[in-house]
């Protein structure tokens, strides 16, 4: 099979410049290259697999790991280690675990509502920054009168 040397060449390049913040893009741009290839069967789809697993299980990330094994060819190149580690990382992220309970999404709702309500009247308005004096008032206490 003739490799598509243009996509190996700008999914490699772009790979390596890679960020955390773009794992999931690039694990699922580099899984579609190897589909675009052929698969894992051959080795250039093969060693980019190996290089997302290895990325993946590196950064932690909970999505890029549901990619990965979402994958039967990917899941079959995965050491008992491996695969150990990204059942790990999807664990503690729980995907896949379903939805919060509505009465647990309620409460959490009306929490982050109190809260943003708190937060607004300490700190005012974002658009409005708290006014500061020209003259700054000495501090009530000092780092020596808190060791007392």
Same mark, same amino acid.
Request: net charge positive; with cysteine.
């Given at each position: 099979?003739?490799?598509? !040397? /243009?996509? %190996?060449? =700008?999914?490699?390049?772009? +790979?390596?410049? *890679?960020? @955390?913040? #773009?794992?999931?893009?690039?694990?699922?741009?580099?899984?579609?290259?190897?589909?675009?290839?052929?698969?894992?069967?051959?080795?250039?789809?093969?060693?980019?697999?190996?290089?997302?697993?290895?990325?993946?299980?590196?950064?932690?990330?909970?999505?890029?790991?549901?990619?990965?094994?979402?994958?039967?060819?990917? !899941? /079959?190149? %995965?050491? =008992?280690?491996?695969?150990? +580690?990204?059942? *790990?990382? @999807?664990? #503690?992220?729980?995907?896949?675990?379903?939805?919060?309970?509505?009465?647990?999404?309620?409460?959490?709702?009306?929490?982050?509502?109190?809260?943003?309500?708190?937060?607004?009247?300490?700190?005012?308005?974002?658009?409005?920054?708290?006014?500061?004096?020209?003259?700054?008032?000495?501090?009530?206490?000092?780092?020596?009168?808190?060791?007392?």
């Amino acid at each position: 099979m003739r490799w598509p !040397r /243009a996509v %190996l060449g =700008a999914y490699l390049n772009l +790979a390596a410049a *890679s960020t @955390a913040e #773009l794992l999931v893009f690039t694990t699922r741009l580099g899984l579609t290259v190897i589909d675009a290839c052929g698969g894992t069967a051959h080795s250039h789809p093969c060693a980019i697999a190996h290089d997302l697993i290895t990325r993946v299980i590196r950064l932690r990330d909970g999505y890029a790991t549901r990619e990965l094994l979402a994958r039967q060819d990917c !899941r /079959a190149l %995965l050491t =008992a280690e491996e695969e150990d +580690a990204l059942r *790990s990382i @999807a664990g #503690l992220c729980a995907l896949g675990r379903g939805n919060i309970p509505g009465q647990v999404q309620d409460q959490l709702t009306a929490a982050l509502s109190v809260a943003r309500e708190n937060i607004s009247q300490h700190i005012g308005s974002p658009r409005t920054p708290p006014q500061r004096s020209s003259q700054v008032a000495a501090p009530a206490c000092s780092a020596n009168s808190l060791q007392n």
